[in-house]
């Protein structure tokens, strides 16, 4: 699944760390997130949604076609 993670960190100017620190994770797990090589929980795409401001529908690209 795609997301937005690092074009919205980038735009608030914050570290990966920073940014894993607020939600609660490490900052591997941001990395694995902005590489696409792990997907986020429900939990934690609530948190950095939130985090962001957004809804997780504008963090995260769900691509039906990608769907199991």
Partial sequence: MDNR???????????????ADAVGVTRQT?????????????L?????????GLTIEDVFLFDEEDAP
């Fill in 5 to 19: 993670i690092s074009a919205l960190r980038k735009a608030r100017r914050i570290s990966q760390a920073e940014l």
């Fill in 30 to 42: 941001i990395i694995s997130l902005e590489n696409g090589r792990y997907n986020a929980s429900l």
């Fill in 44 to 52: 934690l795409a609530h948190k950095i949604a939130r985090y962001f």
